[in-house]
């Protein structure tokens, strides 16, 4: 029986994969807080943060529909993933839901200021996101 080469021998010019490291708990929890946001969402994220500290309504185009939120914390997902919890209060196109949404960061578009604040938070806020593996701006 011949025995196979590994594929560095046979052709030297192909890279090898390094095996991944296996993370558990917290590792894995700070693994994915530490995922660097693709660079459309660098402004996104930055946008929302200001809107988050200034208490401002926005508006923005997310799954087709234009609609209106009350930002209130944005973050990291547990899929890694930059995301803004907001209270949904209307949409503009008619069709979208109203209360607590999560929605992805990277899939907003249009962002605006509405040129109104809120002053409270909404009932059902919990700043303790659970849907979040890390926090970066809540009100």
Known sequence: MKKTRLKKERYPDFPLRRPRKRLVGHQLKNA???????PGAELGIEAVSEAIRERRIVAFRYGGIMRTVEPHCCGVSRAGNQVLRA????????GGSVGWRLFNVNKIADMRDTGR????????????????????CRI
């Open 117 to 136: 604040v809120f002053e409270e938070s909404r009932p059902g806020y919990n700043p303790n996101d659970r849907g979040m593996t890390a926090v970066h």
């Open 87 to 94: 209270y949904e209060t209307n949409d503009v196109d008619g």
């Open 32 to 38: 994915r807080a530490e995922l660097v946001a693709t």
